[in-house]
Each structure stands twice: as C-alpha cells, then as structure tokens.
C-alpha cells in the first residue's frame, strides 16, 4: 500500500520519447485526479489511503503543494546553473490546517491552472536543456530529465494510493 507504482527508480537512459509519454502524464494528472476524488464524501476524503498514511484530502492538498514546488524548481534549473533545490517537510505541510480542511477543489484548481502552464513549459524545453544539472538535497546530483521522471511518478504514486483505497473500500 505504501509504494502501489513500486519505489521511484531512476532510469539512466531517456529517451525523447520517455520525455514526452511523462509529459502527457503531467498533463493529464489534474483531470485523472479530478476524476478519483470528484464524488468522494467528506468521510471519505478524510480516510486515510493506508494505516499511518496520509487521508486522500492531505494527499490531493500534498499534490499541489508538491507539484507548485516542482514548477518552480523546474525554472530554477532552466534559469540558474547547477542549482541547489531547496526541499519542503511535506510531511509537516501535511499536517496544516489548510491540508486537513481545506475543500479539495482548491488543490484540483490550483494543479488543473499550474499544469497548463507546466505542461506548455516542458513541451518548449530544448532537447540540449533537460541534461542541465541540479543538486537535490535529498536525492543527490541530477539532471532536469531526471526530474521530469520523478515528478511523473510520484503523480502515478499518490493517484494509485487514492484508487487503490477506492477499490479496497469498494467506493
């Protein structure tokens, strides 16, 4: 229940086309989100995806918390040489008021505007571009391809936790 894609495993090889299947997946993630959470009660969205885990209402909020830093953190490495990305404690942004009771519509909004704007951004990075590198302080040394795939799956990553919890509560 904790890794439903399986861990993140970064691939060393990339090719144009990996780039562009997780770009799609960028792209379609607010309306696929959208969609898993849409007709969920208040109950529901305060349910917890697995024990000790996160309720499907902190994990939408998470994932525009998370995407908004990833936008930002993609421009960094497209404007700035070798940058040290600064990290959130998600787990403490998890816990704010805002993530436990804020309406998920908000964070459905806010991630359908961002990966727009995301979207056409990456679509527009030049093939020379997605070498550049940036240093992760939790993850170490990587390029902006590499970032493009981690973003991709942790989208995959939390849907899967809130479908998986869906089809388990038979919801």
Do not use: K
Not at 84 to 110: E, K, Q, Y
């Amino acid at each position: 229940m904790r890794y439903p894609v399986g861990p993140f495993s970064l691939r060393t090889e990339m090719t144009p086309e990996d780039r562009s299947r997780w770009i799609v997946e960028l792209a379609e993630l607010p309306a696929r989100l959208r969609a898993a959470v849409g007709d969920l009660s208040d109950v529901q969205l305060d349910t917890p995806y697995r024990p000790g885990g996160w309720t499907v209402r902190q994990v939408v909020h998470h994932l525009s918390d998370s995407n908004v830093n990833g936008y930002i953190r993609f421009c960094t490495v497209l404007t700035e040489t070798h940058p040290i990305l600064r990290t959130f404690d998600r787990n403490a942004w998890a816990l704010l008021p805002c993530s436990r009771t804020v309406p998920v519509d908000a964070s459905l909004d806010l991630l359908g505007a961002l990966h727009r704007r995301w979207v056409v951004m990456l679509g527009q990075v030049a093939e020379h571009d997605w070498s550049r590198t940036l240093f992760h302080p939790e993850r170490g040394a990587m390029t902006l391809g590499d970032l493009l795939q981690l973003y991709a799956w942790h989208g995959r990553h939390h849907l899967a936790h809130i479908t998986g919890l869906r089809r388990r509560m038979a919801w």
